[in-house]
């Protein structure tokens, strides 16, 4: 697929992760023990064999730039092509940050233009799958669509989700954006499009000049009948994170073998950035349930249906039990963690007790000590 | 190439070696390739340890089963040795002129490699193996080196007396100096057994290559002919003492215990490396290890995209290994992407790379203590099939 270059948007706006993006973007969210949200995409593309990507960051990217340096672990070290990391940029007039994605897209148009690929890929970065983009282009060449919109059966959890109405060809008839949770299911937009790259910056021109930034509101929804707007529908595994409750239940939905191996041994291989850690350690009091153990971990108490990160410590006695435990955490002696969230290099000291409730996890922010 | 800057001290790293003590476990692979301690190949070690010492140039000399060697080498970029100068270069024999044959011996192989070397005109030669667990500083051995001005340094390490009749012994002055070498002695004056590392003059080690090429009687060995010659000529000889973690994992028996030391904290091997000290390996890209409601695992070391099911205890399970419902795996080390069927009992025994154990089988049987020093490990070599309700006794071999 040399004909369709990538523009992933690092930081989006819609979520609501609250601690755990204060110190990053939604795309260098942790995720499933040694991962980061943005390794799917970004594997996704290059197992796809895009390879020309830029990623539009928003603020505090510095764990996102440092995650994926040259892209080498990404095999996007290229001398043709590779990665570009677009800094968050303030347009003289405005002295504000971007105010959506269109007026992102209007400042990279000289990424766009200059580049030879015909095909935009453009997606956020906060879902985690393994498809293969061919097939995306292969069935918008088919049905000669001028944006296809990626979608999945979901129920509505949070607003602001985009609900797609198709005819039986897949030509979308109707777009909304929701106002509120839904019990219903529905075909939800995944925020990932492929769309011709002129045709995109005609778009981009012509509603930067009106002062309208959405891509989703001004575009998508009030353009329906105008463009030809296709539905490509992903059947197989997908997790959205845009929530503290969607994090947690999708981190923990992976303790489940069938979706595991959808996730990670479907289509192609996901990479992440190599960090050289050594195999885990099972000390004799170890007593490990249902759960996923990234290397690095050094384990003497019990874990039960949980997920641990990159050199977790887990002291003698100590009980963690429903809980997501972010890389470097130390769960010290007889301390016991239950149905929480710890960020990276959290401590919990000796006898404390951390607890949250399933429908509502308790958030321990980086760096922090109990 | 112009070589703008010449290179003080590069390192050529001997893998060319058949292995033939490790059985099945060597039959399609060169010795350094073999899987090591969950995630890593025995090679990893001596790369990790020349980028951790600050030796940038690293010329790998391969002849036998060169393939998955050279792909897992690559550009060396787990190592950090993909350089634009220098970085880590695989070597086989070659044609030169009309001629070209085999590496003959240990310093045959250098011998052949001499125009390699000159290319980088280095200073110091550092000479290393491919088969031995080991964190070493070489800096320190080269400071060494120059300290005492010599000609060539040695590393040795002190074995028990009852063993030393098995290794190239060193006998040194009370300054620490050499003045012979014993290829397994049967009465060792001394314990200081030669690890195989080698810091020469490349000088002084070029022109004693080529004489000893030009000696028709010479079976090209560092061990039994440079150094002897060397030592003769009345040139500077020195021991460098190491006192950390090694072991030489030639046999099946050797690389097991190797593989327990890992999780043995007596045993003085660290692979962690806080200090600036990592073992670097290429990476396997899988998910992490999974460990479900019905596994119970202590006192074990387990590895990325592992999936366990059973029990596992004093043992090392590699990456992507899979241990099924009712599996028992103890005292062993069950290499990457090898399957466990449900129900089989694995015992004291090492299980090759992608090998499969049917369910219910029994592979080798629980040990005290080594018989004559070698323990009776059952191997199951890569790829190989034990049938369901299959046996292998200890020290039995499948292929």
Redesign the interface.
Known sequence: MNNVMGVIFASDYETKLNELTIHRTTASLPFCGRYRLIDFTLSNMVNSGITQIGIVTRSNYSSLMDHIRMGRDWDLNRKNSGISIFPPFVLNASREMYKGKIEALYSIQGFLSHNPEEYVLLTNSNVAMNIDFNKVYDAHIKNGADVTVLTHKACPTSSRRMVVSAQEDGRIKDIYITEKPEDETYDIGLNIYLIKKDLLIKIVEKQYSRGCFDWEKDVLTKQVHDLKLYQYKIDGYVAVVDDIKSFYNENIALLDNDKRNKLFYGEGVIYTKVKDSVPTVYMDNACVKNSLVADGCVIDGTVENSVLFRGVKVGKGAVIKNSIIMENGEVMENAEVCYAITDKDVTIRNGRTISGYETYPVVVAKGKTV | MNQRKNKECIAMLLAGGQGTRLGVLTRAVAKPAVPF???YRIIDFPLSNCINSGIDTVGVLTQYQPFELNQYIGNG??WDLDRLSGGVYVLPPYMKGNAGEWYKGTANAIYQNIMFIDRFNPEYVLILSGDHIYKMDYDEMLDCHKKHNADCTIAVYDVPLEQASRFGIMNTNPDGSVYEFEEKPKHPKSTKASMGIYIFNWSVLRQYLIDDEANPDSENDFGKNIIPNMLRDGKVLWAHEFHGYWKDVGTVSSLWEANMDL?DDKSGIN??GDGGD????R?S?????????S??????????GA?VYGE?KDS?IS?GAHVGMGARVIGSVVLPGAKIANGAEVYYSIIGENATIGAGAVVGAIQTAPVKGEWQIALVGPGAKVADGGKVKPAEMVE
């Open positions: 301690g969950g995630k970029q787990p999780l692979i962690g990592k073992i670097y390996a990476n890209a899988e998910p992490p290890q999974f460990i479900a409601a596994a119970l695992v202590k006192h074990a070391i387990v590895s990325e999936t596992v090392i990456h």
